[in-house]
């Protein structure tokens, strides 16, 4: 079975300061998507990034980027120079593929960031 | 585009009654709907997998009978909470997957979620 570790509980560092979440996955498939979804205190999710497993390439977006590794099954999130408004539950998430598409997308618990002013 | 309303946004009703929440893909044809749960200060768990016109796939662990999903159509999925306890209150959220969409073929929009209230 599929499993995402969020060691991290809460993060809080001071505006400006870089910051990395980190995700751990662990599955059997050699088929998988991954995914960081942000959750501002309203509860929607917002949709951050999509990896599936052939693509090793890391991204940048902006002031976010993402490390993708399979060889340590990790999939790790970082923001530079963090703003007041990054603040949120960032979640990381993994789905299998399914025999008609993606599965649904099994949660890490979360990672609390805290950007002080 | 890829747009996922739901409604209500919240709820309250009174232990022991039904409430139905419905998850709408405005801009697109979902094929596949999935019903997530989250409790305050925790993550999101999968509850089941609903496809259009076929019986929902449930999560090991969640009631079918006490949640009843129906997926009538591409751009309607409902979920109903029967005779809520309490223990129910939690933030449900739905998301939509269309495999026809090129180069996001498996990535889920989310609704904005709703959140249940049971007295």
């Known amino acids: 079975a599929q499993k995402v570790t969020q060691a991290q509980t809460e993060i809080s560092v001071v505006e400006k300061e870089d910051v990395t979440l980190d995700c751990v996955y662990e599955?059997?498939?050699?088929?998988?998507?991954l995914f960081w979804y942000k959750q501002p205190p309203s509860g929607e999710l917002v949709f951050l990034i999509r990896r599936n497993s052939f693509d090793e390439q890391n991204e940048i977006s902006g002031r976010y980027s993402w490390n993708f590794q399979k060889s340590t099954s990790s999939f790790n999130f970082t923001i530079t120079a963090s703003q007041v408004v990054d603040s949120a539950v960032y979640f990381c998430a993994l789905s299998e593929e399914g025999g008609g598409g993606a599965d649904g997308l099994t949660f890490g618990k979360g990672t609390h960031l805290i950007i002080q002013p | 585009g890829a747009v996922v309303s739901q409604h209500p946004s919240w709820v309250i009703c009174k232990s022991g009654t039904s409430v139905k929440i419905e998850c709408r893909s405005l801009d697109f044809q979902a094929t596949t709907m999935f019903w997530y749960r989250q409790f305050p200060k925790q993550s999101l768990m999968l509850m089941a997998t609903?496809?259009?016109?076929?019986?929902?796939?449930?999560e090991q662990g969640v009631e079918k009978d006490k949640f009843l999903i129906n997926h009538a159509s591409l751009t309607l999925s409902t979920l109903t909470v029967t005779s809520a306890h309490p223990e129910d209150s939690s933030f449900y959220i739905c998301?939509?997957?269309?495999?026809?969409?090129?180069?996001?073929?498996?990535?889920?929009?989310f609704g904005p979620g709703t959140r249940l209230t049971v007295l």
């Open positions: 998301s939509a997957r269309d495999p026809h969409l090129p180069g996001v073929t498996d990535t889920q929009y």
């Open positions: 609903s496809n259009e016109g076929s019986k929902a796939t449930y």
């Open positions: 599955t059997r498939d050699t088929t998988y998507y």
